[in-house]
């Protein structure tokens, strides 16, 4: 964690400089440049930024924070799925400027490669994975997924809409349906989530 | 190292790493978002400004004039590149149309412009300002309206036509006959990783960090392409997002990202917007199948008979849809033809399991239908026309991979060339029992759970093993770890983690002590991946790097190489054993060697084999199916890793589950392009459509493939199931579809009232 | 996406005020299909006005036993809520039938009924598309339609709306409030609220320049058993063929909405009359005029056996 924060941290200085005399154009050019100050990963970060860009993009090309992936950049895949205030959200669909004192979790924020989240050490034993592309994103649906079940949220296969809700296998693949895995790696991935679900439970 | 008699006993046989399950070596990176794609090299080039490419509005005419002004006035633009000012551009060895259009545009979407700018957001702006005027001109996009004029187009090197015996009179003779056509839709590979590439010029040197499977394949076509010698160009591509054939070759953001970088004067990335990838890259393309099958009254083929009709530009290739019918099933008298309509589509190509994906989609509907008109069992017939022979004598092995473009000569026939290993029955006989298959009931409509009707279907599933050269370079540091270098690609697949399955088994070290470097042109040629050629071939290449580096190492330790052990990081012989790491005290040693293929797959057909079992669910109101289990038994050599293979063939079942159920490019006929160009409307399949996946491998090795005895099985898990998920809905409903995708509104009108 | 000026606005006021001083300006709330739009400059709007800090994110109950819901509540929130699931479980479950679990985090009731079509004609800057870009005629007419309109169609359009939400909003017969630059505050009826294309397919609300939603509000239970059938080739995360929300009385009565058959969600108060007398009578007044082109004349069988099937399992 400690790592990836100071990688990020130095690469998002470095480019600063690069792009203030962006900036001054733009601020001459154009009003489009806004602030936005919100937190990744425990971390206050401030950026000053085209307002066109989403959260996606500033966290990718801005923060250096590339786990979160563009698949597709129309809300039609789930890959740049962050987490945001405990929610779950598209980040390609919302615009940066839109999360001025948010906080937000990205998939570097949930583990390390030498300290895995529960969810991600899963994820390797039951190969819930393979090209690795729509992974973050699936992870970090599945761990905000596990909160919303717990929350008492419905789903379209919810039986009883005024009773508790059980994870059951229909459940977690309706729930996790907004995650495309092109590799098809489904039947692995609903193993891992059902192992963390269980040693939640 | 020249492979050219059956493998015997070696190092691979302990399986002390080999075939075991490991975990993948590079899966704490995956999930934790640091392992670094081809847009995401901030580490690598600090300062990359953004590409934004534009696509042609027209599918088939000329550009009269491109509007740039706004463009290149706007904030932030540092340079736009057009074939107007990209200097000369060769078309790539590999690729059927240009990769920069203009004036001449070949295809809906074809790259038109790159619009380079500091930021993403600047670059895309700019890019929507280019005022394009066009001529448009008439082109052909009906392949039922092409299949007149279609011409004969041979698969890869094979023959377009083949014949044994005499098909139409055998065929005539049968007592029972099938003809039927069955066609099967345009699709995309869809991988979660748009094409995407970061170009950086030193001089006259270019570097591109891209998403590639064949790398060499890469630095060649770039090289051809931008008119630069192979030397001053290098390909990095350590992790791909998913490839599927998509990315077996160079396309429009390797080459506009290099331009882009040039007329920039600074490194450039380039990603394929979602919406453009799908006209502006590869398909597989859409096919008609006719087949036709004669056989006795109890079951025996004795003519078969497989036409198929696709589409592609103007000096494409054709789908290999008949490949797998010249030797699948037995019978006497057969023919396949393969015919090629010039479309003014996107381009044509692989997509997994090109041939074998879309011609078993149909011949394993036909076998179903065939087993129903003799009152037979579907795996009854299929084992009743088994054979050990390859039966389409008169035919080269047919391959449409573009691997085959390496083959080093026209592959001789042979009179009854038997398999090298062949266990389709048992797949079968296996999968029956763990599917419970003997409760299947024959007469369709007859099962209901609620408001479900449910179905069982099965298909065979087949898929050919092909060999090709493959090197890899191996190094024993000083600190006793091994290296291992080739230029091969994981683009999902597990090569990190069996290729350092392979060095750890061979040099006699713990899986941790391996490190493994893939992607990069500076490494040694590989097999690449594509057409489930990786894993066998890759392999076998690092093989034979390690045991050159063995007998360096014995050499070095004074052990007599023939002799020495090399296991639990020590080199033993005799009652004498001396640590590995001592070889490489003096410094590292390093081996780099290739494996070569002798003639063993003349002599020996090497194919694979399986047997799809899928159960359906089709709402007896709505039609929509759904589908519920699914079992894949698999025989394809030695499995290196089962956890990773098996995660090949469930993926492959699952992209055959969209074949099968909703994948299908929408051609708009007038305009010439696919329509359904986004995620959203092609639709692939999500967790919600996949089931619990079961797969068994069967016990094999098969020493005629390599050393490693193993087999490609990424692909095989696609062959096939499609049909059986057709087979499984005609069994629930009595509604047999012979249009892929099978979608609800060709089942509706068909079922029972409601009620 | 064109630049744009962007603003946080702190009152539904000041957010009208704004939209009215500024030419070509847009609300934002979720953003997931603006943004989307935008990217793809089908959407250029001048000026972004964030309505997210306006506070309209909560559910009230009305004095007439109905629900306020705030425009800003997420579809997440709204199919969550107990009032909802327990007294309009039509409403939940066309919530949850929508999207994926991500964007319903996102999607605010109000932009809910604000979303555009999926048509993929309109989707494709290069193609015609009379929606787009008034007078460039209909890529979908004689193109690809399989998902398009069979009903309340014309020959300058035949897209479907997309909203699940809406149809059981239909359905309940809520009323969207609205307040302007002026300040003045209107109720619009659900049914008035969405047009149908007519000749002017670009035209999609009855919402005027800047005015903007600040609630919808649901009347008192309607009791009865609640439907929200969705029919779609892939299982999840796929816009409707054909949904049919209804609720059935013990004696057989009730109501019938349609979603994916017309420019707006669909529903013929007289058609429900005929719902003691099966699912044949209904469809053939509910869709009466329809005109399915040869792509989507399945979406009439689909209608009548989901309905047909939907009434069977209300009888029990």
């Not at chain 2, 797949?427 to 409509?445: L, M, N, S, Y």
Request: with cysteine; hydrophobic share 40%; charged share 20%.
């Amino acid at each position: 964690m400690g790592t990836a924060a100071s990688v990020a941290l130095g690469a998002t200085a470095g480019r600063a400089e690069a792009q203030a005399p962006l900036a001054q154009t733009l601020a001459a050019g154009t009003p489009s440049l806004s602030k936005v100050s919100f937190t990744v990963n425990g971390a206050a970060r401030e950026l000053e930024l085209d307002a066109r860009t989403t959260l996606l993009d500033a966290l990718r090309e801005h923060l250096h924070l590339t786990g979160s992936k563009k698949g597709c950049d129309q809300g039609q895949c789930g890959a740049c799925t962050v987490i945001v205030g405990g929610r779950r959200v598209t980040s390609c669909l919302t615009l940066a400027v839109m999360h001025q004192g948010h906080d937000i979790t990205t998939i570097e924020g949930l583990g390390t490669p030498e300290n895995l989240h529960p969810m991600q050490a899963a994820f390797v034993k039951h190969d819930g994975y393979q090209c690795g592309y729509c992974t973050p994103g699936q992870i970090c649906s599945a761990v905000a997924m596990l909160n919303e079940v717990k929350a008492g949220i419905p789903s379209h296969v919810t039986a009883d809409l005024n009773a508790d809700i059980e994870l059951t296998n229909a459940e977690l693949r309706e729930r996790m349906s907004g995650n495309i895995c092109r590799c098809g790696a489904y039947s692995n991935i609903a193993e891992a989530i059902t192992e963390v679900a269980g040693r939640q439970a | 190292m020249k492979f050219d008699a059956p493998a015997t006993t070696n190092p691979i046989d302990q399986l002390k790493v080999v075939g075991q399950p490991v975990d993948r070596i590079d899966g704490p990176l995956k999930t934790t978002g640091t392992a670094r794609y081809a847009y995401e090299r901030h580490d690598a080039v600090p300062n990359a400004a953004y590409g934004y490419v534009v696509g042609s509005a027209i599918a088939k005419g000329r550009i009269k004039s491109i509007d740039v002004a706004a463009a290149k006035a706007a904030l932030g633009v540092l340079a736009i590149v057009t074939a107007e000012n990209a200097g000369k551009l060769e078309k790539g060895r590999l690729n059927t149309a240009k990769l920069l259009g203009g004036p001449e545009i070949q295809h809906y979407h074809q790259a038109i412009a790159v619009v380079v700018a500091e930021t993403f957001e600047q670059a895309r702006d700019a890019g929507q300002m280019l005022r394009v005027d066009y001529d448009r001109e008439q082109g052909s996009f009906d392949l039922r309206g092409g299949m007149d004029t279609a011409k004969p187009a041979g698969i890869t090197a094979g023959p377009p036509d083949t014949a044994v015996g005499n098909f139409g009179s055998a065929f005539a003779a049968a007592p029972v006959q099938l003809d039927e056509t069955y066609t099967t839709p345009d699709e995309s590979h869809a991988m979660m990783e748009p094409h995407a590439s970061t170009a950086a010029w030193d001089g006259d040197k270019l570097t591109i960090w891209t998403s590639n499977q064949m790398i060499a394949w890469g630095v060649g076509e770039v090289a051809k392409t931008l008119n630069m010698p192979k030397e001053n160009v290098r390909l990095i591509s350590p992790f791909v997002g998913g490839g599927f054939g998509a990315k077996l070759f160079v396309r429009s953001d390797a080459i506009l990202a290099a331009l882009g970088a040039r007329a920039a004067g600074r490194p450039v990335k380039v990603t394929l917007q979602r919406a453009l990838v799908i006209n502006n890259t590869t398909h597989r393309p859409a096919t008609i199948q006719r087949i036709r099958i004669g056989t006795t009254r109890d079951g025996k083929i004795t003519a078969v008979g497989h036409e198929s009709w696709s589409g592609d530009l103007t000096g494409g290739k054709p789908d290999g849809a008949v490949s797998q019918t010249r030797m699948l099933y037995a019978g006497a008298d057969r023919m396949t033809a393969t015919r090629l309509a010039a479309l003014d589509l996107p381009e044509s190509n692989a997509m997994r399991a090109p041939g074998e994906a879309t011609g078993m989609m149909a011949l394993e509907i036909a076998m179903d239908e065939m087993a129903e008109r003799l009152g037979m069992d579907p795996i009854e017939f299929r084992i009743l026309n088994d054979t050990q022979v390859v039966p389409d004598v008169a035919s080269k092995p047919p391959s449409q991979d573009p691997q085959a473009i390496n083959n080093r000569e026209a592959q001789s026939p042979s009179k009854d060339k038997p398999f090298s290993q062949r266990q389709l029955v048992q797949c079968f006989r296996t999968g029956a029992e763990r599917f419970g298959w003997d409760k299947r009931i024959a007469q369709p409509g007859q099962v209901r759970d609620g408001r479900w009707l449910v179905g069982i279907g099965v298909a065979s599933a087949f898929r050919n093993n092909q060999l090709t050269k493959s090197a890899a370079r191996v190094r024993l540091e000083t600190d006793g770890t091994v290296t291992v270098e080739t230029d091969m690609t994981d683009i999902g697949t597990g090569s990190y983690t069996i290729i350092g399955q392979t060095a750890a088994e061979m040099m006699g070290v713990p899986l941790q002590k391996v490190a493994v470097r893939l992607g990069d042109s500076s490494f040694p040629i590989s097999s690449g991946s594509g057409g489930q050629w990786g894993g066998n071939n890759s392999t076998a290449g690092v093989y034979a790097a390690c045991v050159k580096l063995r007998e360096m190492v014995a050499q070095k330790l004074g052990f007599n190489s023939a002799e020495a052990a090399f296991s639990d990081g020590e080199v033993r012989a005799g009652n004498r054993a001396v640590p590995l790491a001592d070889a490489a005290r003096d410094g590292s040693l390093s081996a780099e060697d290739a494996i070569e293929y002798g003639d063993l797959d003349k002599k020996f057909q090497q194919s694979t084999f399986g047997a799809h079992f899928v159960e359906v669910v089709v709402d007896a109101a709505t039609a929509e199916i759904r589908v519920r289990r699914m079992l894949a038994v698999c025989a394809a050599g030695r499995i290196l890793n089962p956890k990773t293979a098996r995660s090949q063939v469930i993926g492959a079942m699952t992209m055959g589950v969209g074949a099968a159920l909703m994948e299908e490019l929408v051609v708009d006929k007038r305009v010439g392009f696919f329509v359904n160009h986004d995620l959203a409307s092609y639709e692939v399949p999500v967790h919600a459509d996949i089931p619990h996946q079961d797969m068994i491998f069967l016990d094999e090795t098969d020493p005629m493939s390599s050393p490693m005895k193993a087999k490609g099985v990424a692909e095989l898990g696609i062959c096939g199931v499609a049909a059986a998920v057709a087979n499984a809905v005609y069994n629930a409903t009595g509604v047999r579809v012979r249009d892929y995708p099978v979608t609800l509104d060709k089942l509706i009108a068909k079922l029972p009232a409601v009620g | 996406m064109k630049p744009f000026t962007y603003e946080r606005a702190n009152s539904p006021a000041q957010a009208a005020a704004s939209a009215s001083r500024v030419d070509g300006a847009k609300f934002v709330a979720g953003g997931t299909n603006l943004l989307d739009l935008m990217k793809l400059q089908i959407e250029t709007p001048k000026h972004l006005i964030d309505v997210n800090g306006l506070g309209l994110d909560k559910i009230e109950e009305t004095a007439e036993g109905g629900l306020r819901i705030g425009a800003l509540v997420r579809n997440t929130d709204l199919a969550s809520d107990k009032r909802v699931r327990k007294d309009f479980a039509v409403l939940s479950r066309a919530l949850v039938a929508g999207a994926n679990g991500q964007l319903r985090n996102q999607a605010t009731t109000a932009g809910n009924l604000l979303q555009r079509t999926r048509c993929p004609y309109f989707y494709d800057t290069n193609q015609p598309c009379n929606k787009r870009q008034p007078g460039s005629g209909c890529g979908a007419l004689q193109g690809f339609n399989r998902s398009h309109a069979i009903v309340g169609a014309s020959d300058a359009c035949i897209a479907v709306h997309p909203s699940d939400m809406a149809v059981a909003m239909r359905l309940l017969d809520a009323k969207v409030e609205t307040v302007r630059a002026d300040g003045a505050v209107r109720s619009i009826p659900i049914a008035d609220f969405h047009r149908l294309p007519g000749d002017t397919p670009q035209v999609e609300t009855a919402l005027g320049a800047g005015e903007l939603i600040t609630s919808v509000t649901l009347p008192k239970p309607l009791g009865g058993a609640h439907f929200y059938r969705k029919v779609r080739d892939r299982a999840s995360f796929a816009f409707a063929l054909v949904s049919v929300a209804a609720v059935v009385q013990r004696d057989g009565s009730g109501r019938v909405a349609l979603g994916g058959v017309a420019h707006k969600p669909w529903r013929v108060e007289a058609a429900e009359q005929k719902m003691p007398q099966g699912a044949k009578a209904v469809t053939a007044e509910l869709l009466a005029g329809a005109k399915p082109t040869e792509q989507n004349a399945f979406k009439v069988a689909v209608v009548e056996r989901t309905l047909g099937a939907v009434l069977a399992e209300a009888k029990g």
